[in-house]
């Protein structure tokens, strides 16, 4: 049905596809304004540390209220906001909202006995290669007053994968100044796990298809040979796992068996607006 008889006509090829293909098309030309309209918002997810509750902190998520087509996730624009290079203005946009709210946590609760809330927020490769990136952080947490430290950039793994020099040298330089550096969706790739020495990662964030086989019991005991090894390698090279898409009490508990530090998912809560963490940050404050 795809192609006619003649060859090479394909207008009737994928009424669907072609339906797709406008409307990203549309959205990827909306991008700009949207962000000079202010159309993106960013929802907070809380990290909880698997010991004993408490909040860590939060990851970033942004969304875009589209005036035509509502609340869009990041998996509909980020990629072209990446293709089009919007990705730099708007991933700086994220980076600055993001840092503010974690200073106003930190001003809120202080430094906890566990320590201070720290925000996660997530980098694409294209932002990893623009030039401006150490400088851009820095002048956010300049003009902000905030902590390096309350700032955790989360890149994945494929996104290092091979990274030469150039790649990595910026995200050195972000971790002497304190950032912390998470490896997200880890597990996924194709890592060499010797690479990670290499590399100035913290933290490693256990993807989600790890939390997602801990839902059977008893979960595939390959799966958990797994997370133990990528826990023991992790912690032996002083990083903390983080394990994401955690949606059970029975995942939570498997995991916090299994080592790993931290947990996000919907089980603690859905990423959501700045406030939903007061009253878990503040419900963990008294107890
Ligand atoms: P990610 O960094 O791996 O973020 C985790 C995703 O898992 C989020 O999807 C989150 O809403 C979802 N999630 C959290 N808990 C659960 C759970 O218990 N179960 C399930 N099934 N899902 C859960 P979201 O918000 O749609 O974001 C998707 C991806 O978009 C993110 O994956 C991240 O790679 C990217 N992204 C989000 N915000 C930004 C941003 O500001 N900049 C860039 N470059 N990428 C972003
Ligand atoms: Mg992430
Ligand atoms: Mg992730
Ligand atoms: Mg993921």
Known sequence: RAKSAGGNRFELADPEADARAITRHGLTTALPAALDRGEFFIEYQPLVRLGDGSVRGAEALVRWLHPQHGVLGPDRFIPLAEHTGLIVPLGRWVMEQSVRQAGKWRDLYG??????LRINVNLSPCQLQHPGLVQDTVDILERTGVAPDALCLEVTESALIGADDDVLKPLHRLAEMGVDIALDDFGTGYSNLANLRRLPV????????????????????????????????A???????????????????????????????????????????HHLALADATG
């Open 202 to 233: 913290s933290v490693l964030k256990l993807d989600r298809s790890f939390t997602r086989s801990m839902q059977q019991f008893p979960a595939d005991p390959v799966d958990l040979k797994i997370v133990e090894g990528i826990v023991a390698l």
């Open 235 to 277: 912690h032996s090279l002083d990083l903390a796992v983080t394990v994401e898409g955690v949606e059970t009490g029975a995942q939570a508990e498997q995991l916090r068996i299994l080592g790993c530090d931290t947990a996000q998912g919907w089980y603690y809560a859905r990423p959501g607006p700045p406030d939903r963490l």
């Open 111 to 116: 430094d906890g006995a566990e320590g201070s």
